[in-house]
């Protein structure tokens, strides 16, 4: 019996393959004989790790100073684009005397006409 033409295969997926095999890292060669000093002493690997903060360290620093940087800079172009204040308020040009004495007549009439136009009304005043 023939197969199908359409019909899938039974397995559509390659089948999958062993993981790649990373061989380890090669041993550090080992100190022989009696006076030999191990390769990690304690001073190497201190002066490792005080030179690894210091890597770190000046890193840190020279991405605060960029950090700083694009800060200013972004603050100059928001000030830039800023409309500047209006000038202060000047004070208003003085008086001559005639224009003096004509606001003074008005304000007295101005005070005059609001005296009269109030209600007469006597009876609440003490005696």
Known sequence: MASHPYKLPSRPFPKPQAPLQVPP????????????????????ERRARRKAMEKAEA?????????RRSEAKI???????????????????????VEYFRAVQEAKRAIE???????????????
């Open 25 to 44: 890292p090669p041993l550090a060669p080992q100190a022989t004989g009696a006076n030999a000093v191990p390769l990690g002493t304690a001073r190497q």
């Open 59 to 67: 890193e840190a620093t020279k991405t605060a100073k960029l950090v």
């Open 75 to 97: 603050n100059q172009l928001i000030l830039a684009r800023e409309v500047p204040p209006p000038p202060p308020p000047q004070p208003p040009p003085r008086m001559s005397r």
């Open 113 to 127: 006409h609001y005296v009269l136009t109030l209600p007469m009304n006597f009876d609440n005043v003490e005696k």
